[in-house]
């Protein structure tokens, strides 16, 4: 088992910034992947972001030119940094743990933590 703790949330203006952190427990170790969701109101769960153990980084279109994910493995968290936001980055944004188990991708999903932009 692998726990998450998700942290950095909150509210923020047009054009503000923000940084969550997420720190992994438990049964971690080997090939993992590392990276960020979310859920805006109404709509389905998307990929923000994913940084692999060799730091290899995949973006959200949407996203590219203003987040930046990063990770320290001597703390086993990863960092979403969030500049430039506006109001269509309000969502739930998910941590995601993805470890190599042999043969499978073993998925962990944090609970969650709200991101609203508004003046």
């Known amino acids: 088992q692998v726990q998450l703790v998700e942290s950095g949330g909150g509210l923020v203006q047009p054009g503000g910034s923000l940084r969550l952190s997420c720190a992994a427990s438990?049964?971690?170790?080997?090939?993992?992947?590392m990276g960020w969701y979310r859920r805006a109101p109404g709509k389905q769960r998307d990929l923000v972001a994913t940084?692999?153990?060799?730091?290899?980084?995949k973006f959200a279109d949407s996203v590219k030119g203003r987040f930046t994910i990063s990770r320290d493995d001597a703390k086993n968290t990863v960092y979403l940094e969030m500049n430039t936001l506006s109001p269509e980055d309000t969502a739930v944004y998910y941590c995601?743990?993805?470890?190599?188990?042999?043969?499978?991708?073993?998925?962990?999903w944090g609970q969650g933590t709200q991101v609203t932009v508004s003046s």
């Open positions: 438990g049964s971690i170790s080997g090939i993992n992947i």
């Open positions: 940084i692999g153990v060799g730091g290899t980084t």
């Open positions: 995601k743990y993805s470890v190599w188990r042999i043969t499978y991708w073993d998925d962990y």
